[in-house]
C-alpha cells in the first residue's frame, strides 16, 4: 500500500514542498485555515515557485474572519492592532498570489439561516498532478503548525484521482458524497448533508469492536461517545486521548463528565494542544481524516474520511502517533456531579433536536 502517515508539521511540510516543487502539471490545495503568517506565506511562496501551470487553493469562509483561533468583529477584538495587522497580511498575501496566477476559491459563505452559518468545508486535502494526494487535519496557519497533528500521502493512483475529483467537484460548488475502496484504504467524501449515512460506518465498527478502541481527538462529543460507552461497558479497553491544553476549553470540559459517566479511559496529552484525529478499533481499522469525530462532523460539515485496513500503516500508527501519546498524556480526573452529568445530557438532546429542526 502507498500510503505514509506523515506525524505533525515539520514532517508533512518536508514532505509536501519537495511534492510542490516537483509538479509538472497541476497542484490543488484544500484547507479550511489559510492565514498570512509566516506559515501561510512559506505555502504561497512554495506555490509561486512551482512550475506547474494550475495552481488552485480552496479555503473555507471560517478563515476570513478568524484569524489565530480569533474572531475578527467580536467587540473585544475590533481594535487589536496585532489581529488587524495579521487581516490586511492575510488580504495582501490573497491578492499576491492571483496576481501570480494561483486561483483561489472559499467554500461556504455565510449567510442567515443556521445551516450557512454552522455549515463548514472542514477539508484538509492536497492533490498534485495525478500522482500523489494527502488529507488529514494540518491547516496552513502558524498556531495549527504547532499543534501536534496529522496529514497522509498516498501515491495509490485510483485513490489519488478520487481525491482529484472531490477537490474539482467543491470547486465549481457542489459538495459531494461519495465512497471510494482502494489497496488498503477505504475514502468517503462528505456533502454535510447526507453525513449520517457515511458516519454509520464509522459506529458500526465501533459496536463491533471485540477488545480495544483508541481515540485521540481534541473535540470528540456525540453520537460518537455513546457509542464508545457502550462498547465500555461490554468489556472493551477503551482509551480517549484528548489535550489537557485545549483550544476550546468546553471540550475538555465535556471529556471529563462524558468519561466520568462511562468506563472510558480518559488521557490528557501533555504539552500543547493535540489537533490529530484517529481512531484505531481492535488493530485493524485505522479511521483518519478531518472529522473530529464530533456532532458538527456527524450533520454538517464536509469531511473527507478514510478506513484503512493496510497492517504496515496500522503498525506506523501505533509506534509513532499512538504509544508515543499515551506516554505523554496522563490519567484523566473524571470526578464529575450528578448535575454536570445530567446538564451534558439535557445539552446534548437540545443540540440535537435544535439542529434537526433548524437544518
Not at 188 to 212: E, K, P, S, Y
Not at 274 to 295: R, W
Amino acid at each position: 500500500m502507498s500510503t505514509e502517515l506523515l506525524v505533525d508539521f515539520k514532517q508533512f511540510w518536508s514532505r509536501l514542498s519537495a511534492d510542490i516543487r516537483s509538479a509538472q502539471e497541476s497542484v490543488f490545495v484544500q484547507t479550511f485555515a489559510f492565514e498570512g503568517d509566516a506559515v501561510g506565506q512559506q505555502l504561497s511562496a512554495a506555490l509561486l515557485s512551482s512550475p506547474a501551470p494550475d495552481k488552485r487553493i480552496l479555503a473555507d469562509s471560517f478563515t476570513r474572519v478568524v484569524l489565530s483561533d480569533r474572531f475578527r468583529y467580536s467587540p473585544a477584538n475590533l481594535f487589536d492592532r496585532e489581529l488587524r495587522r495579521e487581516a490586511r497580511a492575510t488580504a495582501e498575501m490573497f491578492r499576491e498570489i492571483k496576481r501570480a496566477g494561483v486561483e483561489i476559491k472559499f467554500t461556504n459563505a455565510y449567510g442567515g439561516t443556521p445551516r450557512r452559518l454552522l455549515s463548514r468545508n472542514h477539508k484538509k486535502l492536497i492533490v498534485i498532478d495525478n500522482t500523489t494526494a494527502y488529507f488529514g487535519g494540518i491547516n496552513f496557519s502558524e498556531h495549527n503548525a504547532a499543534w501536534h497533528d496529522m496529514m497522509l500521502r498516498t501515491a495509490d493512483a485510483d485513490a489519488v484521482a478520487f481525491l482529484r475529483e472531490d477537490f474539482l467537484s467543491t470547486w465549481i460548488g457542489r459538495d459531494q458524497i461519495a465512497r471510494g475502496e482502494f489497496d488498503g484504504l477505504e475514502l468517503f467524501t462528505l456533502d454535510g448533508r447526507t453525513n449520517r449515512a457515511v458516519f454509520q460506518r464509522v459506529l458500526d465498527l465501533i459496536d463491533a469492536a471485540r477488545q480495544t478502541i483508541f481515540v485521540e481527538s481534541p473535540y470528540i462529543t456525540f453520537p460518537f461517545y455513546e457509542r464508545l460507552r457502550e462498547a465500555a461497558r461490554r468489556g472493551v479497553d477503551v482509551k480517549v486521548v484528548t489535550p489537557e491544553q485545549n483550544n476550546w476549553s468546553y471540550f475538555a470540559k465535556y471529556a471529563r463528565v462524558e468519561s466520568a459517566r462511562s468506563q472510558i479511559d480518559l488521557r490528557l496529552y501533555q504539552g500543547g494542544m493535540s489537533h490529530l484525529k484517529a481512531m484505531l478499533i481492535d488493530d485493524e481499522f485505522l479511521i483518519v481524516g478531518s472529522s473530529n469525530f464530533d456532532y458538527l462532523s456527524y450533520r454538517l460539515y464536509q469531511e473527507v474520511v478514510g478506513v484503512i485496513t493496510a497492517p504496515r500503516v496500522i503498525a506506523q500508527f501505533r509506534e509513532r502517533v499512538m504509544l508515543p501519546d499515551l506516554a505523554r498524556s496522563i490519567v484523566g480526573n473524571c470526578d464529575a456531579s450528578a448535575v454536570d452529568k445530567s446538564l451534558l445530557s439535557f445539552q446534548t438532546r437540545l443540540l440535537d433536536a435544535a439542529l434537526t429542526i433548524l437544518t
